[in-house]
């Protein structure tokens, strides 16, 4: 089967080819491997590259593939033909649960270096600061102070710097 | 002992309580909000019970419906856990004079450190010695900024009834101290219904050391050593262990005696936690006291090998402590990292959604107080404290091992954790140093962010992806024998969810 997944950044075409001996092929970008061991067993996958075994724990959905080694964890969109060009990075302006926007902190059209705090959400009866995810300059805020919002909504209109 | 306790709380304190009362052969029921019909807690306890609506007012706030279905049940006591109505003064009257046994210390106690300002008299008048601060009521801005300047930049505010972080600001400079105040005062409020601030001085580069006591209704009163809970972020806890690299058998005596004086001051009883921090000349000073069982008890139950919550309900009970304090020696070393629904690579946002994806670590040494399970559904109505990750070693260095390795063997997907961060705390060269201050993650993780993912990461999605597809190719590879199918094989096509 071949897939198009965001890894590190890039949009690449990702195949794997399982075959009942428990040895696949499997290609990233330019990149192929040869797997063996595959193994699956209820959210995890065991195989074995170059000599090493690993073990992960991965769930699919429609739109991202999820894997973790516990010590890390790594979450790829799925690309959909046409939306490549979205912006990365762009999903952390987005709330990730209900809250209340307590405190816009820039002007529309400020500078701000990464790491540079845009906004305060609160959310589970915490005050959180939503920063910048790279150089840029914020475009406006699509919802005012005191505003409730829902996951999924956009909390900051950022444009990222060249 | 008791008959029937009722547990007014939820989440992995709940479920850690409700084991310590079965253990003892108390029945336990449980109360629950409406988004917790599914809870852990609820289907442990031997009967549980619907409070209302999520909104804690409505439910684990509720005190008049608690106390009712208390009544109703048949309960003799009642155990609040941490957070909520444990620190109301005004409950615990109430559970007592609806003639039920209220687990946890006298209410004059209970108020007498509820407000961190008198709490700082109790402790000047049990000779400790209290962090250089100001307290006044109802002090002016002028009042406020002259005060910060005597005592000197930078200073705290926080919230006199404070307590998590909530109300609590750090001012580096005179021109932000008042919009401080007034932040710290509008959460306060909020949160607990009471604006007065007061300042404290901030120590440089601290460790915040505390003291676990225990004392009985008949006067005795031991101290179970520290705990070292320095690794904070945003003042709350992260990673907590015992025994801290900074205390001497020499330091815990001292605190440990001026922790027990602190308790005997405010004629405690039960379980109780006494803050101080230490700063870099060894200095300690008296911070605040926690009037209930800690999130982070149990390093304490593993290097001293004893069952808090058992020492509850038996000092509750009326029985006296059998523990010696010349018999209480530390064994060993025991760490906690906090487990919490939140994402690191975006500021630590808290996060919701269902654990599809569960495995839970296992081995000597490791113990996990959690309410998680594969389906439950986290949402935002309460902290995103999932539960909490201990282990035990031999030596600090052991115990390091024992826990990445925990760490590493905890899986959970569905909901982001910060699990990845923790692994990245625990594992790195200052921490095994033991060079843990309250500016150690400030410091060394002024942000975070995944590292690329690896050639087996990548691979592991690839494969990922292919053997969700239930085609005949698939139908030869190993698979666990007689397993239920998985999200991956009942799974069709990118259109299914």
Same mark, same amino acid.
């Given at each position: 089967?071949?897939?198009?997944?965001?890894?590190? $950044?890039?949009?690449?075409?990702?195949?794997?080819?399982?075959?009942?001996? %428990?040895?696949?092929?499997?290609?990233?970008?330019?990149? @192929?491997?040869?797997?063996?061991?595959?193994?699956?067993?209820?959210?995890?996958?065991?195989?074995? *590259?170059?000599?090493?075994?690993?073990?992960?724990?991965?769930?699919?959905?429609?739109?991202?593939?999820?894997?973790?080694?516990?010590?890390? /964890?790594?979450?790829?969109?799925? =690309?959909?033909?046409?939306?490549?060009?979205?912006?990365? #990075?762009?999903?952390?302006?987005?709330?990730?649960?209900?809250?209340?926007?307590?405190? *816009?902190?820039?002007?529309? $059209?400020?500078?701000?270096?990464? $790491?540079?705090?845009?906004?305060?959400?609160?959310?589970?009866?915490?005050?959180?600061?939503?920063?910048?995810? &790279?150089?840029?300059?914020?475009?406006?805020?699509?919802?005012?102070?005191?505003?409730?919002?829902?996951?999924?909504?956009?909390?900051?209109?950022?444009?990222?710097?060249? | 002992?008791?008959?029937?306790?009722?547990?007014?709380?939820?989440?992995?304190?709940?479920?850690?309580?409700?084991?310590?009362?079965?253990?003892? #052969?108390?029945?336990?029921?449980?109360?629950?909000?409406?988004?917790?019909?599914?809870?852990?807690?609820?289907?442990?306890?031997?009967?549980?019970?619907?409070?209302?609506?999520?909104?804690?007012?409505?439910?684990?706030?509720?005190?008049?419906?608690?106390?009712?279905?208390?009544? @109703?049940?048949?309960?003799?006591?009642?155990?609040?856990?941490?957070?909520?109505?444990?620190?109301? !003064?005004?409950?615990?009257?109430?559970?007592?004079?609806?003639?039920?046994?209220?687990?946890?210390?006298?209410?004059?106690?209970?108020?007498?450190?509820?407000?961190?300002?008198?709490?700082?008299?109790?402790?000047?008048?049990?000779?400790?010695?209290?962090?250089?601060?100001?307290?006044?009521?109802?002090?002016?801005?002028?009042?406020?900024?002259?005060?910060?300047?005597?005592?000197?930049?930078?200073?705290?505010?926080?919230?006199?009834?404070?307590?998590? %972080?909530?109300?609590?600001?750090?001012?580096?400079?005179?021109?932000?101290?008042?919009?401080?105040?007034?932040?710290?005062?509008?959460?306060? !409020?909020?949160?607990?219904?009471?604006?007065?601030?007061?300042?404290?001085?901030?120590?440089?580069?601290?460790?915040?050391?505390?003291i676990q006591i225990l004392?009985?209704?008949?006067?005795g009163c031991v101290h179970l050593g520290e705990?070292?809970? &320095?690794?904070?972020?945003?003042?709350?806890?992260?990673?907590?262990?015992t025994p801290?690299?900074?205390? &001497?058998a020499?330091?815990r005596k001292?605190?440990g005696?001026?922790?027990v004086?602190? +308790?005997?001051?405010?004629?405690?009883?039960?379980?109780?936690?006494?803050?101080?921090?230490?700063?870099?000349?060894?200095?300690?000073?008296?911070?605040?006291?926690?009037?209930?069982?800690?999130?982070?008890?149990?390093?304490t139950e593993?290097v001293y090998g004893v069952?808090?919550?058992?020492w509850?309900?038996?000092?509750?009970?009326?029985?006296?402590l059998t523990l010696k304090q010349s018999q209480l020696t530390p064994r060993?070393?025991?760490?906690?990292?906090?487990?919490?629904?939140?994402?690191?690579?975006?500021?630590?946002?808290?996060?919701?959604?269902?654990?599809?994806?569960? &495995?839970?670590?296992?081995?000597?040494?490791?113990?996990?107080?959690?309410?998680? /399970?594969?389906?439950?559904?986290?949402?935002?109505? /309460?902290?995103?404290? *999932?539960?909490?990750?201990?282990?035990?070693?031999?030596?600090?260095?052991?115990?390091?091992?024992?826990?990445?390795?925990?760490?590493?063997?905890?899986? =959970?997907?569905?909901?982001?954790?910060?699990?990845?961060?923790?692994?990245?705390?625990?594992?790195?060269?200052?921490?095994?140093?033991?060079?843990?201050?309250? !500016?150690?993650?400030?410091?060394?993780?002024?942000?975070?962010?995944?590292?690329?993912?690896? +050639?087996?990461?990548?691979?592991?999605?690839?494969? %990922?992806?292919?053997?969700?597809?239930?085609?005949?190719?698939?139908?030869?590879?190993?698979?666990?024998?007689?397993?239920?199918?998985?999200?991956?094989?009942?799974?069709?096509?990118?259109?299914?969810?």
């Amino acid at each position: 089967m071949r897939d198009k997944l965001r890894i590190n $950044g890039e949009a690449v075409d990702v195949t794997a080819s399982v075959a009942a001996d %428990g040895t696949a092929q499997v290609k990233v970008g330019a990149e @192929e491997y040869a797997v063996s061991g595959v193994r699956r067993e209820g959210g995890s996958v065991s195989f074995s *590259l170059d000599g090493a075994s690993y073990r992960f724990h991965l769930r699919a959905t429609a739109d991202m593939v999820e894997v973790t080694d516990g010590r890390g /964890y790594h979450r790829f969109a799925r =690309v959909i033909e046409g939306t490549e060009d979205e912006e990365a #990075g762009a999903d952390q302006l987005t709330s990730q649960m209900p809250g209340t926007i307590l405190k *816009l902190l820039l002007e529309p $059209g400020a500078e701000v270096a990464k $790491g540079e705090p845009l906004l305060i959400l609160e959310a589970m009866k915490m005050e959180h600061e939503v920063c910048a995810p &790279s150089d840029g300059t914020v475009s406006g805020y699509p919802h005012a102070e005191g505003e409730r919002v829902m996951p999924g909504d956009l909390l900051v209109e950022f444009e990222a710097a060249e | 002992m008791f008959h029937r306790i009722l547990i007014a709380n939820r989440g992995e304190i709940a479920c850690r309580v409700i084991r310590g009362c079965r253990e003892l #052969g108390c029945e336990t029921v449980a109360v629950y909000s409406e988004p917790d019909e599914q809870a852990l807690h609820v289907r442990l306890a031997d009967r549980a019970r619907l409070l209302g609506a999520a909104a804690p007012a409505e439910s684990y706030l509720s005190q008049e419906r608690i106390l009712s279905v208390a009544r @109703e049940e048949g309960c003799d006591a009642l155990h609040p856990g941490y957070g909520f109505l444990a620190e109301n !003064a005004g409950f615990a009257e109430a559970v007592a004079d609806a003639g039920l046994t209220w687990i946890g210390p006298p209410p004059a106690a209970i108020r007498g450190m509820g407000l961190k300002i008198e709490a700082r008299e109790t402790a000047r008048a049990a000779g400790a010695p209290v962090v250089p601060g100001f307290e006044a009521a109802d002090a002016s801005d002028e009042e406020f900024l002259k005060a910060a300047e005597q005592i000197g930049y930078p200073v705290m505010v926080k919230a006199s009834a404070g307590g998590g %972080g909530k109300g609590m600001r750090t001012v580096e400079e005179p021109s932000k101290l008042i919009s401080a105040i007034e932040a710290a005062r509008r959460e306060s !409020a909020g949160a607990f219904g009471d604006a007065t601030v007061y300042l404290e001085k901030l120590l440089i580069r601290p460790r915040h050391i505390e003291i676990q006591i225990l004392a009985d209704s008949h006067g005795g009163c031991v101290h179970l050593g520290e705990r070292e809970c &320095s690794i904070q972020r945003r003042h709350q806890k992260v990673v907590e262990e015992t025994p801290s690299t900074a205390v &001497s058998a020499k330091l815990r005596k001292a605190m440990g005696a001026d922790a027990v004086a602190i +308790a005997k001051q405010v004629g405690y009883v039960g379980a109780g936690t006494v803050e101080f921090m230490l700063d870099e000349a060894g200095e300690y000073y008296f911070l605040e006291m926690n009037t209930r069982l800690q999130v982070e008890h149990p390093v304490t139950e593993f290097v001293y090998g004893v069952d808090l919550v058992h020492w509850q309900l038996k000092v509750a009970a009326g029985e006296k402590l059998t523990l010696k304090q010349s018999q209480l020696t530390p064994r060993g070393h025991s760490i906690e990292c906090r487990v919490c629904a939140e994402d690191p690579a975006a500021g630590f946002l808290p996060q919701v959604g269902t654990v599809e994806v569960y &495995s839970e670590p296992v081995g000597p040494g490791v113990r996990l107080d959690t309410m998680l /399970y594969e389906g439950w559904q986290v949402g935002a109505d /309460y902290d995103p404290l *999932l539960g909490k990750l201990i282990v035990w070693g031999a030596d600090r260095k052991a115990a390091i091992g024992r826990m990445a390795q925990a760490i590493s063997d905890y899986r =959970v997907l569905g909901v982001t954790t910060n699990l990845p961060f923790l692994y990245d705390v625990v594992t790195h060269k200052a921490f095994a140093k033991g060079d843990t201050t309250t !500016a150690f993650i400030g410091e060394r993780f002024p942000t975070w962010e995944q590292p690329p993912a690896d +050639a087996a990461v990548q691979v592991a999605a690839a494969l %990922g992806l292919a053997l969700r597809q239930p085609v005949a190719a698939m139908a030869g590879v190993a698979t666990g024998s007689g397993e239920l199918p998985t999200p991956w094989q009942t799974l069709g096509g990118w259109s299914n969810v």
